[in-house]
């Protein structure tokens, strides 16, 4: 681990030791510049917490699915297009920010963490949800704004945990099933629609 510690210090900036490192719960690398993340991420297996935001990633290693301890997993401003099909085994976690990242596609390899609490796809080119998206029964704030959604599945009506929604500012969105929109009425919180509380949509989507 010795050697490890070497490569994640050179990486992070971090002048961590290598108790340091086998022991740390919480990184936090918010806008370092950095362009790659190494394979031995993999090994920090007491993280829970792991914040990349504001970064230059193009990709993550497939080791990021080492972390299983992970509950949050901040990505965003990245940019990153694809992510490793090992996240699904991050079955612990319960915050996921893709936000303004390139992403064209749902990453469906989440759709078997249902710890997963908060998720956001918002400003990514992402071009349509799954019907599945209901097997993320846990979920309380999904967020697409600003993608490229043409529509909604109505399988999200299945999501009874859900307070936040947030499908504005899609350009390619001009309709939503009538049950959608009655759903957004009663999501927790008392969201009216076009409120600013639980449920944001474009005027066109539910009229």
Request: hydrophobic letters at 40%.
């Amino acid at each position: 681990m010795e050697q490890d510690a070497v490569i994640l210090n050179n990486w992070s900036g971090l002048t961590y030791n290598v108790e340091q490192w086998c022991t740390a719960t919480t990184l936090d690398l918010n806008g370092q510049g950095l362009t790659y993340v190494p394979a031995d991420i993999g090994k920090l297996s007491q993280l829970e917490g792991l914040n990349l935001r504001s970064n230059n990633l193009t990709m993550l290693p497939d080791e990021i699915g080492n972390l299983t301890n992970l509950k949050t997993l901040i990505l965003t401003q990245n940019n990153l297009s694809s992510v490793p099909v090992s996240l699904a085994k991050l079955k612990k976690l319960e915050l996921l920010r893709f936000t303004s990242n390139n992403l064209t596609a749902f990453p469906t390899q989440i759709l078997d963490l249902s710890n997963l609490i908060i998720v956001s796809f918002a400003n990514n080119p992402i071009g349509s949800v799954p019907d599945e998206i209901s097997h993320l029964t846990n979920l309380e704030v999904l967020n697409f704004r600003d993608t490229q959604i043409s529509s909604v599945p109505l399988s999200v009506t299945m999501l009874s945990h859900l307070k936040t929604f947030l499908i504005n500012f899609n350009p390619d969105l001009v309709f939503v099933d009538p049950a959608i929109c009655a759903f957004g009425d009663q999501l927790d919180g008392g969201g009216t629609l076009g409120s600013s509380i639980t449920f944001l949509h474009d005027d066109q989507v539910c009229p």
